[in-house]
C-alpha cells in the first residue's frame, strides 16, 4: 500500500517505540491509582503491567508485516525475535523475581539491599502488552496512511 508520508519510511519505529511510551505511561498510571504515589526509577525497571517487552515487540513485528509484507525476511526475523523477547519475558525473567523473593525473605539481612523481584512478568501481563502493541501499531498505521 503507497504511503501518504515520509514518515511512514520510520513506520516500524515510530509504532514500536509508541506502544513501549504507552505501556510504560499504563504503568505509571497503575502504579499511581495504587500506592499513589509514583516511583520514577520504576520506569526503568522490568515487570509489572503491561509487558512493555511485548509492546514493542509486538509493535515491530505487526509494523513490518504491514510495511513490508509477511513474507518478507525482516518480518520473519521480526516473528524469531518476538518469541525470544516473549520467552524472557515469562520464562527466565519471570523465575529470577521468583528467586529473588525467595533470597529476600530468607537469606539476606535487614541491613542488605533488597533484590528487585518484579523483573518478569506474567501471562496476563503479557498478553496485555501484545494487545497493546497491536492496538498502538494499527493505530498509527492508520494515522500514516491517510
Given at each position: 500500500?503507497?504511503?501518504?508520508?515520509?514518515?511512514?519510511?520510520?513506520?516500524p519505529?515510530?509504532?514500536?517505540?509508541?506502544?513501549?511510551?504507552?505501556?510504560?505511561?499504563?504503568?505509571?498510571?497503575?502504579?499511581?491509582?495504587?500506592?499513589?504515589?509514583?516511583?520514577?526509577?520504576?520506569?526503568?525497571r522490568?515487570?509489572?503491567?503491561p509487558?512493555?517487552?511485548?509492546a514493542?515487540?509486538?509493535?515491530?513485528?505487526?509494523?513490518?508485516?504491514?510495511?513490508?509484507?509477511?513474507?518478507s525476511?525482516?518480518?520473519?526475523?521480526?516473528?524469531?525475535?518476538?518469541?525470544?523477547?516473549?520467552y524472557?519475558?515469562?520464562?527466565?525473567?519471570?523465575?529470577?523475581?521468583?528467586?529473588?523473593?525467595?533470597?529476600?525473605?530468607?537469606?539476606?539481612?535487614?541491613?542488605?539491599?533488597?533484590?528487585?523481584?518484579?523483573?518478569?512478568?506474567?501471562?496476563?501481563?503479557?498478553?496485555?502488552?501484545?494487545?497493546?502493541?497491536?492496538?498502538?501499531?494499527?493505530?498509527?498505521?492508520?494515522?500514516?496512511?491517510?
Open positions: 500500500m503507497p504511503a501518504t508520508s515520509s514518515a511512514f519510511e520510520y513506520f519505529l515510530i509504532a514500536s517505540f509508541s506502544a513501549m511510551i504507552i505501556s510504560q505511561s499504563i504503568k505509571l498510571i497503575l502504579m499511581l491509582l495504587k500506592n499513589k504515589e509514583v516511583k520514577w526509577r520504576s520506569l526503568s522490568s515487570g509489572g503491567m509487558s512493555s517487552h511485548s514493542l515487540i509486538t509493535g515491530m513485528s505487526l509494523s513490518l508485516a504491514l510495511k513490508e509484507g509477511i513474507n525476511s525482516y518480518f520473519f526475523i521480526a516473528i524469531i525475535m518476538s518469541f525470544i523477547v516473549i524472557d519475558a515469562r520464562g527466565i525473567r519471570h523465575a529470577v523475581g521468583k528467586h529473588a523473593k525467595v533470597i529476600n525473605s530468607k537469606i539476606l539481612s535487614a541491613d542488605d539491599k533488597s533484590l528487585n523481584e518484579s523483573v518478569g512478568h506474567t501471562l496476563p501481563e503479557i498478553v496485555v502488552g501484545i494487545c497493546l502493541g497491536t492496538v498502538v501499531t494499527l493505530t498509527v498505521y492508520k494515522m500514516l496512511t491517510f
